[in-house]
């Protein structure tokens, strides 16, 4: 069973400042890796998607990268602002499966 | 772009009901997926269709049951609710090698 976990849980940070979000998973055998922003009581809305013969993706001020091997994403956002303030959630798919296995999330507050 | 639609957004019901929620995949995309978030947790998987056959169940009480229609829409049919149903409930939708998107969920509440 795939475990993804997400670290850290909560990160509060001064506007301007660049995230590290952290996500692992324990079955590298995966077919690809999505992150996500969830607004409060919100829906998710998917950030970037990694395929797994893909090291990385960028969209604006956001970077994700993906290591297999060591069963690994990291998701970079550059020079925060209050609006990025959500709950950021890594999922991942592996081979010859539908679902998606998620992490529990990190919660970003950017303080202006 | 078209996006996943669901129905209601919001939905109040007591012990006991029934309650019904839908979704409209986006078009051309052949798998539909149905998640509940509890308040404070990530969401988990309910139930999954594959060009309308289940292909996938997940931690789905037995009083669930979904399905999806010839027009590709599906439906969560939940009987004898309880309190414990209360959450977000999400369907998305999928091309097999692409992300999901996900829809804006129904907030289903017990009372």
């Known amino acids: 069973k795939q475990e993804v976990t997400q670290i850290p849980a909560a990160l509060s940070v001064p506007e301007g400042e660049n995230l590290v979000l952290n996500c692992s998973f324990t079955d590298s055998a995966i077919y690809n890796l999505q992150w996500f922003r969830q607004d409060p009581g919100k829906g998710l809305t998917s950030l970037l998607l990694?395929?797994?013969?893909?090291r990385e993706q960028t969209s604006g001020r956001l970077n994700a990268s993906l290591d297999k091997s060591s069963g690994r994403s990291t998701l970079y956002i550059a020079a925060s602002q209050p609006g990025d303030s959500a709950t950021y959630l890594c999922a991942v798919r592996i081979t010859n499966d539908y679902k998606l296995s998620f992490g529990a999330g990190t919660t970003v507050t950017v303080r202006a | 772009a078209a996006g996943v639609i669901q129905s209601p957004r919001h939905l109040i019901k007591e012990k006991r009901e029934t309650a019904t929620l839908k979704c409209y995949p986006i078009?051309?995309?052949?798998?539909v997926y149905w998640y509940q978030q509890g308040p404070g947790q990530d969401p988990q998987f309910l139930i999954s269709?594959?060009?309308?056959?289940?292909?996938d169940k997940g931690s789905i009480p037995d009083r669930f049951s979904a399905q999806q229609f010839s027009d590709y829409h599906s439906e969560l049919n939940m009987s004898s609710l309880e309190l414990g149903d209360s959450a977000l409930y999400f369907c998305?939708?999928?091309?097999?090698?692409?992300?999901?998107?996900f829809g804006s969920g129904t907030r289903l509440t017990v009372v």
């Open positions: 998305a939708s999928s091309l097999f090698q692409d992300g999901y998107t």
């Open positions: 078009p051309r995309h052949d798998t």
């Open positions: 990694i395929q797994s013969s893909q």
């Open positions: 269709f594959y060009e309308k056959m289940q292909s």
